[in-house]
């Protein structure tokens, strides 16, 4: 099951030893990533960290997220994380989130992993349909979706909440029958 590799990357559950690059992955990404994901700032700590990864766990043993580390598979260099989170068994479906640090951003490393957990998603966790739903104006997480074969399905109306305001979102779905990378 895991790791998932690909041609560059390894991508697998946290560890505790991940914590210190995936906090100077989170501090250097602040300009970017920060912009999307409130929890990326200037004051990301060890503590926060340690939280998040405990959280992660407590949510993979329930069934209800796969949140995973992405790391270059030669240098061993953290570059981001990816997750199937929000899992519904019931409707067999859940939603891809990702990012990647700062430095490594432009280099199709964000793709590649989607590909790689799309085709997880739907052998190993059964599921029919995974969404990405990303703000509206996030252009680069909007080129991965749609490099990855997601379908556009729309402008979802404050569908995300970030530092307390609503904002669209647009919505894109991977089904098997259609995924290019999950066949």
Known sequence: MFPLLTSRLVIRPFANDDIPQFVEAVL??????????PWCTSTYSTTEAT?????????????????????????ERFLGGISINEIQ?????????????????????ALEAVNSIAVYGF?????TRLEIVTGEENGAS????EKAGAHYEGIARN??????QPID?????????????AR
């Not at 766990?57 to 030669?74: E, G, K, M, N, P």
């Open 28 to 37: 250097e990404s602040v300009n970017t990533v920060g912009r999307w994901l």
């Open 51 to 75: 939280d998040w990864f405990t959280f992660c766990d407590q949510s993979r043993q329930a069934h209800t997220a796969v949140d995973l580390d992405i790391f270059d598979r030669t240098s």
């Open 169 to 181: 979102a647009a919505l894109y779905s991977l089904v098997p029958a259609n995924s290019l990378h």
């Open 142 to 145: 909007r080129r991965v979706a």
């Open 123 to 127: 052998s190993q966790l059964k599921l």
């Open 89 to 109: 068994p019931i409707r067999q479906m859940g939603n891809i989130g990702y990012w990647v640090r700062q430095s490594m951003q432009g280099k199709s490393i």
């Open 159 to 164: 569908r995300i909440i970030i530092r307390q």
